[in-house]
Structure formats: C-alpha cells, structure tokens
T-cell receptor
Framework: ETGVTQTPRHLVMGMTNKKSLKCEQH?????MYWYKQSAKKPLELMFV???????ENNSVPSRFSPECPNSSHLFLHLHTLQPEDSALYLCASSQEGLAGGTAYEQYFGPGTRLTVT | GENVEQHPSTLSVQEGDSAVIKCTYSDSASNYFPWYKQELGKGPQLIID?????GEKKDQRIAVTLNKTAKHFSLHITETQPEDSAVYFC????????????FGRGTSLIVHP
C-alpha cells in the first residue's frame, strides 16, 4: 500500500463514452501526476499539478481533461477516446511541487487498466 | 531536456546470480536518481535512490552506483531471488530545477528458480 489509491482498477469503454478516473493520495504531498504506460513504451508524463495548479501539460489531446479540486484528489476525465488510448494510467504524488525545490521520489498508485473498444 | 537511456531491456538470470542494470543521462544538472520496481498489476515503487553528493548506496542486496563524470548510474542486485522478477525503471531529475523526473524505458528482469 503506497498511500495512493486509484479507481476504477479496470475500465472498458466505447469510443463515444465519457468516463472519469480518480486518484487520491493520503500522504500530504503537494504534487500529483498522471502518466500513461503502454506496452513497450516508456512512461509518458501527461499532466502535473502542484499546489492544485496545473504546471505541465505534455501535449496531451483534449479528449483527456484533468481536474485537481484539492491537493489530495486528482481526476482524469475521458471522452471520445480512440483505441490507441488503451493503456495503464498511473497516478503519482510527490512531496515537493515547486520548480527550484528538492526533487523527491514519486509514490505511484496501482493504475487503471483502460481498454477502449 | 533530459534524456535517460536504460539497458538492457530484458535480463534473464538464474536464482542466486547477480543482475546489473545501467542507465545514462544527458543533463549534467541532474542530481537525483531513483530506481523503481514494478511488479505485475502494480504501479512502480521506489526501491533505492541516490543523490549526486554520493557515489554509492547499498540497502541489503541492492546497491546503486553513480558516476557523475560519465553521467551514468547502475543498479546492482546480488543473490537474486524469483521475487526479484519485475520491471525496473531508472529516473533522473534536478533538485533546484524542474523536479519532474525523466524515466528510462525499463528493464524486464526474469529470475529463473
């Protein structure tokens, strides 16, 4: 148990559906991240929030929409996805969320396995 | 930006052997280097990390070495056990700069009993 939970663990959705992924961290961290993990590809950073403000959007298509209502919760809203969006979506958090600060390890959730049909 | 190369992509060893995974990085400003282990069905979890003010760090069967001049760092696992089988990721980031890590592509370690 890393202190980062993600729901649902598995999700199958059609290309016209709208769904949301949820992440919650119980560690008191300032920064939260969304990553996409596809087979045989490196971890792809999607979004970064620190102190609830979005600081990174790594050229992610607009069909992925993040939301960070507070420093403990992070959502990823999905709509009109494509089959190539099928992947494991990982949420992570870390202690320091400020550029110029100390880099610390990230704590990852178990991921949501998304399949787009 | 930072670029992290990780080798090999797959490593197969017999139980009891040692395993070594190597990473190189491009940004000389990088000064924090964590290693993560990802087991099937789980997210990556930190197993060891090193900062640039030291050259080596050990934790039981796991050790990490850092060569700042050559810009490479390595993970060493001794007396491997089947439960060490997993995907291992290296990463590099900059304290005092953008703290966001850049990850290697991962190494799938298989330990045969």
């Amino acid at each position: 148990e890393t202190g980062v939970t993600q729901t649902p663990r598995h999700l199958v959705m059609g290309m016209t559906n709208k769904k949301s992924l949820k992440c919650e961290q119980h560690l008191g961290h300032n920064a939260m991240y969304w990553y996409k993990q596809s087979a045989k590809k490196p971890l792809e950073l999607m979004f970064v929030y620190n102190f609830k403000e979005q600081t990174e959007n790594n050229s992610v298509p607009s069909r992925f929409s993040p939301e960070c209502p507070n420093s403990s919760h992070l959502f990823l809203h999905l709509h009109t996805l494509q089959p190539e969006d099928s992947a494991l979506y990982l949420c992570a958090s870390s202690q320091e969320g400020l550029a110029g600060g100390t880099a610390y390890e990230q704590y990852f959730g178990p991921g949501t396995r998304l399949t787009v049909t | 930006g930072e670029n992290v190369e990780q080798h090999p992509s797959t490593l197969s060893v017999q139980e009891g052997d040692s395993a070594v995974i190597k990473c190189t990085y491009s940004d000389s400003a990088s000064n924090y280097f964590p290693w993560y282990k990802q087991e099937l069905g789980k997210g990556p979890q930190l197993i060891i990390d090193i900062r640039s003010n030291v050259g080596e760090k050990k934790d039981q069967r796991i050790a990490v070495t850092l060569n700042k001049t050559a810009k490479h760092f390595s993970l060493h696992i001794t007396e491997t056990q089947p439960e060490d089988s997993a995907v291992y990721f290296c990463a590099a980031s900059v304290s005092g700069g953008s703290y966001i890590p850049t990850f290697g592509r991962g190494t799938s370690l298989i330990v045969h009993p």
